[in-house]
């Protein structure tokens, strides 16, 4: 199982209580905006802001809430002028990083990567760097309690790549395009994905183990605790145990 598997699955089961419910709500926000200024308002002809509200809908957070990000999208409502931008970079062991941010402020947004990539061993790249390592993918997790045979059969037919049992859960990998087709295939047949989100999955992982293995997940937390990054994609490979520890 790679490294950004065990991390996407335990940020689902941990993140909620981990994370302040102000901050899941302002990462989500920003998500809303981004994706209502890069394909509209409306959910139905854009389906990075049915991603957004899924997302927004698995935090709880209230629907007001979801609404006025979208009129703060579409500038009916003011508000900071958020844009999408990625940085790449190395962690410790020479681990490859790529990072998804909603900023108002990119000096701001370099300036806390640059001081916590150098707090554990890592640090920013030039554009293109490490991107070629990860490939877009979807991730779609569901409840383990399932029935695999039944599943397998659900989500191959809709288009998925793969159904593998992780964690205590299920999870689908299908091609980006494909997310939200495999995504309905399973509402259809009464099966609610747990979460359903666009990734980027490495190619190929580096193995770490020791002191370096515990440095990469500590600033896996500490990247994803900066209020304008909303994702970090790795390629570790580290014992399960270190991230359940965590």
Same mark, same amino acid.
Not at 171 to 191: C, N, P, R
Not at 206 to 212: M, N, P, R, S, Y
């Given at each position: $199982?790679? *490294?950004?598997?065990?991390?996407?699955?335990?940020?689902?089961?941990?993140?909620? #209580?981990? !994370?302040?419910?102000?901050?899941?709500?302002?990462?989500?926000?920003?998500?809303?905006?981004?994706?209502? +200024? @890069?394909?509209?308002?409306?959910?139905?002809?854009?389906?990075?802001?049915?991603?957004?509200?899924?997302? /927004?809908?698995?935090?709880? $957070?209230?629907?007001?809430?979801? #609404?006025?990000?979208?009129?703060?999208?579409?500038?009916?409502? &003011?508000? /900071?002028?958020?844009?999408?931008?990625?940085?790449?970079?190395? &962690?410790?062991? *020479?681990?490859?990083?790529?990072?998804?941010?909603?900023?108002?402020?990119?000096?701001?947004?370099?300036?806390?990567?640059?001081?916590?990539?150098?707090?554990?061993?890592? %640090?920013?790249?030039?554009?293109?760097?490490? !991107?070629?390592?990860?490939?877009? +993918?979807?991730?779609?997790?569901?409840?383990?309690?399932? =029935?695999?045979? #039944?599943? $397998?059969?659900?989500?191959?037919?809709?288009?998925?790549?793969?159904? %593998?049992?992780?964690?205590?859960?299920?999870?689908?990998?299908? /091609?980006?395009? %494909?997310?939200?087709?495999? +995504? %309905?295939?399973?509402?259809?047949?009464?099966?609610?994905?747990?979460?359903? #989100?666009? !990734?980027?999955?490495? +190619?190929?992982?580096?193995?770490?183990?020791?002191? @370096?293995?515990?440095?990469?997940?500590?600033? $896996?937390? /500490?990247?994803?605790?900066?209020?304008?990054?909303?994702?970090?994609?790795?390629?570790?490979?580290?014992?399960?145990?270190?991230? =359940?520890?965590?």
């Amino acid at each position: $199982m790679s *490294g950004h598997s065990k991390w996407h699955n335990i940020r689902l089961r941990k993140g909620a #209580q981990d !994370a302040g419910r102000a901050k899941l709500f302002a990462k989500v926000t920003r998500e809303v905006i981004v994706a209502v +200024k @890069q394909g509209g308002g409306d959910p139905n002809a854009n389906p990075r802001l049915r991603t957004a509200i899924d997302k /927004a809908r698995e935090v709880s $957070m209230p629907n007001d809430n979801i #609404q006025r990000a979208i009129r703060r999208g579409t500038g009916e409502e &003011g508000g /900071a002028n958020y844009e999408e931008v990625t940085y790449e970079g190395y &962690g410790p062991g *020479g681990v490859a990083l790529y990072i998804e941010t909603a900023t108002d402020n990119r000096n701001r947004t370099v300036a806390d990567l640059r001081h916590t990539l150098g707090r554990y061993g890592g %640090s920013l790249g030039e554009s293109g760097c490490v !991107a070629w390592l990860f490939e877009r +993918k979807g991730i779609i997790t569901l409840e383990a309690s399932l =029935e695999e045979e #039944q599943l $397998m059969e659900v989500v191959l037919e809709a288009g998925a790549d793969d159904l %593998s049992r992780q964690n205590g859960t299920f999870e689908v990998v299908t /091609a980006f395009d %494909s997310l939200e087709q495999v +995504k %309905s295939a399973l509402t259809q047949h009464g099966i609610a994905p747990t979460s359903a #989100q666009p !990734a980027f999955v490495p +190619k190929t992982t580096v193995a770490l183990e020791g002191d @370096q293995a515990q440095r990469i997940v500590r600033l $896996m937390h /500490a990247l994803e605790d900066l209020d304008d990054v909303q994702t970090v994609s790795a390629n570790f490979d580290i014992p399960e145990e270190l991230l =359940e520890a965590d």
